[in-house]
Nanobody, 115 residues
Framework: QVHVVESGGGLVQAGGSLSLSCEAS????????MAWYRQATGKEREFVAI???????KYADFVKGRFTISRDNVKNTVYLQMSNLQSEDTAVYYC?????????WGQGTQVTVSS
């Protein structure tokens, strides 16, 4: 029914770039608040970026202009384009649909940044 699937994770060297995809099914990404979170080993899950229905994007402070969240309404997919990646960005990245009374989470995709 309703689910999201992340893809695009992998190994990248510090300073490199990587783009993540979140394909939504059973819902319209255009009509829902979509967001990215991440969780590093031994740490709590933290907010990364969010895009609202009207297309407004907001980011966590640590992003510092390096990441861009976007949405393709035709493909029903949300993206997270990451540049100048650092070792601190190593984590499992999750996509979520923030509905009014519940959240739908993906299984996550691993991003590993080597120094």
């Amino acid at each position: 029914q309703v689910h999201v699937v992340e893809s695009g994770g992998g190994l990248v060297q510090a300073g490199g770039s990587l783009s993540l995809s979140c394909e939504a099914s059973g819902i319209s990404a255009r009509d829902n608040v979509m967001a990215w979170y991440r969780q590093a080993t031994g740490k709590e899950r933290e907010f990364v970026a969010i895009i609202t229905v009207d297309g407004t994007a907001k980011y966590a402070d640590f992003v510092k202009g390096r990441f861009t969240i976007s949405r393709d309404n035709v493909k029903n997919t949300v993206y997270l384009q990451m540049s100048n990646l650092q070792s601190e960005d190593t984590a499992v990245y999750y996509c979520t649909v923030h509905q009014r009374y519940n959240d739908i989470w993906g299984q996550g995709t691993q991003v590993t940044v080597s120094s």
